[in-house]
C-alpha cells in the first residue's frame, strides 16, 4: 500500500477551525493532519488496521519493519461527519476526533477496546516527538489504562509474570531477555508496535506508553477480537511459520560442548545401543578453526562427510553452531571489513566483544556481520553453503549469540546497513534467521520445511522458521517455574516454535540429588513442550575455551532411579510425535501457537485468564508440570467448558475449578481435553 501522489484528488474533506486538524479519505484509508503532524489509519487484514504518525510530512513508507509488504485484502468503510473520522475494518472500528485523538471500538457494540491518552490537557498529546537530528525523533505513544486488564506477550522474559500489567520492560535484545513487541489485552484486542527502534513499553496503572529512543514515525498495527483470533491474523499480517519438519518434533541432544567427532558419534551410538529415541544431535561452538570461518576444524573433525553418513543411518539429523561473531584471525575477516560487511559505529573500532579463538592465548576482539545488509548475508550465506551445506549436506544450524551478543551493549553506537542502531538494532535475530531462510530456500536442499534454533527473535522471526529458546538460565526450580509464563508470553508473541535448555544451562551436577529432581521435573516439562532438547553447562564444568569438553549430561547421566524416569518421557514424546506435529499445522496453516495459555481455548473463564503454572500443547492436552522440590501432588485448574480426564488414571472431572491429583516422581499431571484420545499411558 504505497502513499498517493500529494496532487491524487481528494475523495473526502472535511475542514474545521484553525484549532482542530483536516480529515481526509484517500486510498482507502483515513488521514487527519494537524499541527505539522500527519496521521494515516488504513485497513490492513481483516479486522486490523494500521497506524502511522509522522511529524512535518506524509508517512514514510519502506521503514524497516515487521509487517509484510502487502497486506491481506480486507474490506473497510470511511465516513468523514461531523468533525470526526470513522473507519471500520470488521469487528474493528477506528474513531478520530478533531483533536486527532485516536479510539478503537468493537464493531458489534462500541464498546472502547483502547484509546490514546493525553499526558496532560496542554501539552504533550498523546504522541510526543522530540526532535534528537538526522529527521529522526524519541517517539512516545501514550494509551489509557483500565482497572480490569490484563496484558500479554511482548517476547520472552525471565521476570515470571504472565500478566504483564504494571511493569516497565526494556524493548531490546540480550541474553534470555527477547524483546518481540507484540501485546495482547483481556480486553479484546492484540497490538503490535512495528517498530525495531531500542525503547521500552511502560504498563502502568496510570497509562500505556510506547516508546522508541530514535525513530521517523511511530507506525503500529492493531486488531480486534479473541486471542486465538488474533494471532491468526497476527501472523497473517507478519508472516506464518513454516511446516516444522518431522524430525524436528522428537527428542535434540546436545551439551557444551562434544568437542570431537569421536565423542558425538559415540553418544548418538549409545543412544540407539540402548534402544532410546534420539532425533537430532547438537556439534556447539569452537568446532570451528577459528571464530568466523564457518567450518570444521579438520584436526577434531577429521571426516565430517562419514559422521553424517553415519548418523544419518542412525536416524538422526545434525545441528551445526554457526555465530555471527568474526574473529581478527578468520580468514573472511580482512574481506568482510573491506566491504562493509560487519556491523559499524560511530565512534571507535568495530569489534564489538572479547571472545576465545584457538591459537591465541587470551580473548580477541571480534566483529559482528550486519545481517541487516543483503550482501553481508548473501557472503556469510555462501560460506555456509560451501563449508557446510554442499560438501556434508547439512542443513539444519544452531544461530547462537544472535541478539548479537554485544559487550557492552551499546546500541547508541551502532551503525547498521538499516539504519542506526537506536532506530533498527532489534531488528538483527529476524534478519539473521532470514539469512539462513532464504539461503536454503534458495539452494533446493532445504525444502520448504526450514528450523533454525535461535537465541533471539524479534517480531516476523516465525516466518524465517526460527525456533527461539530461553537462553543461558538457572538450573534449579525457580527458574523452571518462570519458564512456563516465559514460553506462554512468547507463543502470544507470533513465535510458536520455543523450548529451553531441559535442566538448565549454568551448573546442574548430575550427581547430586538434589539437580537429579530438578532434571527429572524439568525433562517433563521439555517432553511437553513445543520443542524437545537438552542441553546445559554441567557441573564440574572446564574453564569456557576451545580446549573444553562439557561434563555428562546424557540421560544416563543421572543415576539409575532418574534415568530410568528420563527414559519414560523420552518414549511418551515419541508417541506423542504425530500429534505434536498436527498442532505444528496448525501453526503453519492458521498461525496459532503449540504451547497455549488456558485463556486461548477457554477466553469466557475469567478465571481462566490468571493460570500461569500450567498450559495446553494444543487443543487436547493439558499440561501441570510440577515445579516445587519434594512435591507428590499437585493443585490444578480445569477450565469451564470442557471434561477433563487425567491421562494416567482415566478419572473425569467437570471444567471450571481446581483438583489436586497425585504427582509421584516420575509422573507429571495431564489432562485430555473432551475425550480426546492421545497414547499418554502408553
Not at 492484540?190 to 529512543?213: F, M, Q, S, Y
Request: charged fraction near 25%.
Amino acid at each position: 500500500m504505497n502513499q498517493p501522489a500529494e496532487n491524487q484528488p481528494q475523495v473526502s474533506l472535511a475542514q474545521s477551525s484553525p484549532t482542530v486538524g483536516t480529515f481526509r479519505e484517500r486510498d482507502g484509508a483515513l488521514e487527519w493532519s494537524g499541527r505539522q503532524e500527519t496521521v494515516r489509519v488504513e485497513p490492513w487484514g481483516p479486522d486490523g488496521v494500521r497506524v502511522r504518525a509522522r511529524l512535518g510530512g506524509p508517512v514514510l513508507d519502506g521503514l524497516p519493519g515487521a509487517l509484510l509488504a502487502e497486506a491481506p485484502p480486507a474490506s473497510a468503510t470511511v465516513k468523514i461527519e461531523d468533525g470526526r473520522g470513522r473507519l471500520t475494518v470488521g469487528a474493528l472500528t477506528v474513531e478520530v476526533d478533531a483533536e486527532g485523538l485516536i479510539r478503537f471500538l468493537d464493531t458489534a457494540d462500541d464498546r472502547e477496546l483502547l484509546a490514546e491518552e493525553r499526558a496532560h490537557f496542554w501539552w504533550p498529546g498523546p504522541r510526543l516527538y522530540t526532535a534528537v537530528g538526522g529527521g529522526h525523533h524519541r517517539l512516545e505513544q501514550r494509551f489509557a489504562a483500565y482497572d480490569d486488564e490484563k496484558l500479554y506477550g511482548l517476547g520472552q522474559h525471565q521476570h515470571g509474570r504472565l500478566d504483564q500489567k504494571g511493569l516497565v520492560l526494556d524493548l531490546v535484545q540480550r541474553n534470555a531477555e527477547v524483546g518481540i513487541p507484540v501485546l495482547t489485552s483481556s480486553r479484546g484486542y492484540t497490538l503490535l508496535w512495528n517498530n525495531p527502534a531500542i525503547g521500552r513499553v511502560e504498563l502502568a496503572h496510570n497509562g500505556t506508553r510506547w516508546v522508541a529512543d530514535a525513530a521517523r514515525q511511530i507506525d503500529y498495527w492493531i486488531t480486534a477480537g479473541t486471542p486465538a483470533d488474533a494471532q491468526r491474523r497476527y501472523s497473517a499480517v507478519t508472516g506464518r511459520t513454516p511446516m516444522l519438519p518431522e524430525w524436528a518434533a522428537g527428542f535434540w541432544q546436545c551439551k557444551l560442548r562434544y568437542r570431537t567427532q569421536d565423542e558425538l558419534l559415540s553418544v548418538a551410538r549409545e543412544y540407539k545401543r540402548r534402544g532410546l529415541p534420539l532425533d537430532v544431535i547438537v556439534c556447539d561452538f569452537f568446532h570451528w578453526t577459528h571464530l568466523g570461518e564457518w567450518k570444521f576444524d579438520p584436526t577434531e573433525w577429521p571426516d565430517p562427510a562419514a559422521m553424517v553418513r553415519e548418523l544419518d543411518e542412525l536416524g538422526v539429523k545434525l545441528v551445526v553452531s554457526v555465530w555471527p561473531s568474526v574473529s581478527p584471525l578468520s580468514e573472511n575477516h580482512p574481506v568482510m571489513e573491506q566491504r562493509g560487511y560487519f556491523i559499524g559505529t560511530q565512534y571507535g573500532p568495530m569489534a564489538h566483544a572479547d571472545w576465545p579463538d584457538k591459537e591465541v592465548a587470551t580473548p580477541v576482539q571480534v566483529a559482528f556481520y550486519d545481517a541487516t545488509n543483503p550482501e553481508a548475508r548473501e557472503f556469510v550465506w555462501s560460506r555456509i553453503r560451501d563449508n557446510y551445506l554442499e560438501p556434508y549436506g547439512i542443513t539444519a544450524f544452531w544461530l547462537d549469540a544472535c541478539e548479537p551478543e554485544l559487550k557492552p551493549g551499546f546500541p547508541e553506537n551502532l551503525r547498521y546497513w538499516a539504519g542506526p542502531g537506536l532506530e533498527v538494532g532489534n531488528l538483527y535475530p529476524a534478519e539473521n534467521a532470514r539469512t539462513f531462510y532464504e539461503g536454503l530456500r534458495a539452494s533446493g536442499r532445504g525444502d520448504d520445511e526450514i528450523i533454525t534454533l535461535n537465541r533471539s527473535a524479534w517480531a516476523g522471526s516465525q516466518r524465517y522458521g526460527a525456533a527461539l529458546w530461553s537462553g543461558d538460565i538457572g538450573t534449579d526450580f525457580a527458574t523452571l517455574r518462570r519458564q512456563i509464563a516465559a514460553g506462554l508470553n512468547t507463543a502470544l508473541s507470533g513465535i510458536p516454535w520455543w523450548n529451553t535448555d531441559i535442566g538448565g544451562f549454568h551448573g546442574g551436577d548430575p550427581d547430586d540429588p538434589e539437580y537429579r529432581e530438578v532434571m527429572v521435573r524439568w525433562f517433563q516439562f521439555g517432553a511437553l513442550s513445543p520443542l524437545m532438547r537438552l542441553h546445559g553447562f554441567r557441573d564440574p564444568g572446564m574453564p569456557l575455551g576451545p580446549e573444553m569438553t562439557g561434563s555428562p549430561n546424557e540421560v544416563w547421566s543421572y543415576g539409575e532411579e532418574a534415568g530410568a524416569v528420563l527414559e519414560k518421557y523420552l518414549r511418551l514424546r515419541e508417541r506423542l510425535k504425530p500429534y505434536v506435529l498436527r498442532v505444528m499445522r496448525e501453526a503453519h496453516e492458521e498461525g496459532l501457537p503449540v504451547m497455549r495459555p488456558l485463556f486461548l481455548e477457554f477466553p469466557d473463564d475469567r478465571a481462566a485468564w490468571s493460570v500461569d503454572d500450567s498450559y495446553l500443547l494444543g487443543r487436547d492436552l493439558l499440561v501441570a508440570p510440577v515445579l516445587t522440590a519434594g512435591a507428590t501432588a499437585r493443585r490444578v485448574y480445569l477450565p469451564a467448558g470442557a471434561r477433563w480426564t487425567d491421562a494416567w488414571t482415566g478419572e473425569t472431572y467437570e471444567g471450571g475449578s481446581a483438583v489436586t491429583v497425585d504427582a509421584p516422581l516420575d509422573r507429571i499431571p495431564l489432562f485430555l481435553r473432551d475425550g480426546a484420545r492421545l497414547p499418554v499411558a502408553g
